[in-house]
């Protein structure tokens, strides 16, 4: 079992940078691969970053890459999501999920838990 609690979330311009922090429970959290998505409303949950169990490999989706920069520190079961040059199409509630597969995923489906979700609202 893993709990997931998320933070870091809030109102920023255009441009402007936020970090998410995303705390898990559970004493095998770096075997996990561990994902990000957001939900803006009256859309999907999109992919945005997925990290394996190792922390050696990340992927974003390209509407972020180059952007977001996803982190991860086992020894504290913590993963992050560096966000810069934030645009209004970010703006959505960002969560963080967590994988028995240990390579990630891009798919929603394939994570266990998830956490409650912080809000971003990028302002033009």
């Known amino acids: 079992q893993v709990q997931l609690v998320e933070s870091g979330g809030g109102l920023v311009q255009a441009g402007g940078s936020l970090r998410l922090s995303c705390a898990a429970s559970g004493r095998t959290f770096s075997r996990y691969g561990m994902g990000w998505f957001r939900q803006a409303p009256g859309k999907e949950r999109e992919f945005v970053a997925v990290?394996?169990?190792?922390?050696?490999?990340?992927y974003y989706a390209d509407s972020v890459k180059g952007r977001f920069t996803m982190s991860r520190d086992n020894a504290k079961n913590t993963v992050y999501l560096q966000m810069n040059s934030l645009k209004p199409e970010d703006t959505a509630a960002y969560y963080c999920?967590?994988?028995?597969?240990?390579?990630?995923?891009?798919?929603?489906?394939?994570?266990?838990?998830w956490g409650q979700g912080t809000q971003v609202t990028v302002s033009s």
């Open positions: 999920a967590a994988s028995p597969n240990k390579y990630g995923s891009s798919v929603p489906s394939e994570y266990a838990y």
């Open positions: 990290n394996r169990w190792s922390g050696g490999s990340t």
